[in-house]
């Protein structure tokens, strides 16, 4: 397994703080998305939550069913001594890939730049994705537009409008990919904002 595939990978760097990914607040884009959403019962799984700012500011403002998931103990640590009023039922500390449950929501950042890039991989993601939610659900984010640099070996690994089409189409319909308008000045000229519809396969 490559390195950066292993959870301790991660917990060193939120240990040592080395985590340049790190916005230190909710995402602007993301927030003015949640905003967005009127029923606050929804069911919403954050993969490769890191910090959590995500699932702090849902659980802040209202959303009674939102899941922190990070494979990192370190990291889910972190996120739980910070927000202690946030369930502790609802912090998931395992592997995106192993999960099981059934969401209506599932919110991307910075977690699929943050695996090895291999088709495989980002092809496994994509169905893992479908696979978990439910039906009418949606894969909502962020995905750098800059390609991943040859020899490139340490995360973000990035990738093109072309092949993020092709790696969702077969699981999910009216796929929108917008340049984004408001990201965090960090982060300007640099992300799609994504909205995907899990598709209705029928047999
Ligand atoms: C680059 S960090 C981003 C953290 C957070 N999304 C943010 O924007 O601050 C990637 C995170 O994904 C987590 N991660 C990587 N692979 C994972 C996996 N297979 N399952 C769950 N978490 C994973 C790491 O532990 C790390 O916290």
């Given at each position: 397994m490559h390195f950066t595939l292993q959870s301790e990978f991660w917990s060193r760097r939120y240990k040592e703080n080395?985590?340049?990914?790190?916005?230190?607040?909710?995402s602007p884009p993301l927030k003015e998305y949640f905003e967005g959403i009127e029923d606050q019962e929804m069911k919403i799984l954050i993969p490769g939550a890191g910090a959590g700012y995500e699932a702090a500011w849902l659980h802040q403002n209202g959303f009674s069913n939102v899941y922190y998931m990070d494979f990192s103990q370190e990291a889910a640590e972190q996120f739980c001594k910070q927000n202690p009023s946030f369930p502790e039922k609802n912090v998931l500390v395992g592997d995106f890939f192993g999960e099981e449950n059934s969401y209506d929501l599932i919110v991307e950042q910075t977690f699929f730049c943050a695996f090895e890039p291999s088709e495989e991989n980002r092809c496994r993601y994509a169905e893992k994705a479908y696979q978990l939610l439910r039906s009418g659900g949606k894969l909502v984010g962020l995905w750098w537009n800059f390609p991943i640099e040859k020899d490139q070996i340490d995360p973000p690994y990035g990738g093109s409008l072309q092949e993020y089409i092709s790696l969702f189409k077969p699981y999910f319909s009216s796929i929108r990919f917008f340049p984004c308008y408001n990201s965090h000045p960090s982060r300007q000229g640099k992300e799609y904002f994504a909205i995907m519809t899990k598709k209705q396969i029928h047999s």
């Open positions: 080395e985590s340049p990914w790190d916005l230190g607040e909710v």
